[in-house]
């Protein structure tokens, strides 16, 4: 069984700095593209980051230029730096992996459990 463990949420004062990190754990899968996204109360989950398998990089512009995803395939794990946080970045924040598994491989979607940052005014 295949699972993506979180890290690294907390709580920061705004213009602090926290690292996010979601590690692929279980037997016989590949991992594509990984990303990041956060969820508020009543609101819809929205994405963060994206990376690709080969390290083509998204962001959502309001993230652009303060947080940093990046990934170690030998780990099958994903990071995601996040500099100069503000209070509006207080969400919950979810990994996201997109896995090849079986044979012939299929992809299926994995989530995270979440992962709590809130940024201090």
């Known amino acids: 069984q295949v699972q993506l463990v979180e890290s690294g949420g907390g709580l920061v004062q705004a213009g602090g700095s926290l690292r996010l990190s979601c590690a692929a754990s279980?037997?016989?899968?590949?991992?594509?593209?990984m990303g990041w996204y956060r969820q508020d109360p009543e609101k819809q989950r929205e994405l963060v980051a994206t990376?690709?398998?080969?390290?083509?990089?998204t962001y959502a512009n309001s993230v652009k230029g303060r947080f940093t995803i990046s990934r170690d395939n030998a780990k099958n794990t994903v990071y995601l730096q996040m500099n100069s946080l503000k209070p509006e970045d207080t969400s919950v924040y979810y990994c996201?992996?997109?896995?090849?598994?079986?044979?012939?491989?299929?992809?299926?979607?994995?989530w995270g459990q979440g992962t709590q940052v809130t940024v201090s005014a």
């Open positions: 996201k992996a997109v896995l090849r598994i079986g044979a012939p491989p299929r992809l299926d979607i994995y």
């Open positions: 279980g037997s016989a899968f590949g991992i594509n593209d």
């Open positions: 990376i690709s398998v080969g390290g083509t990089t």
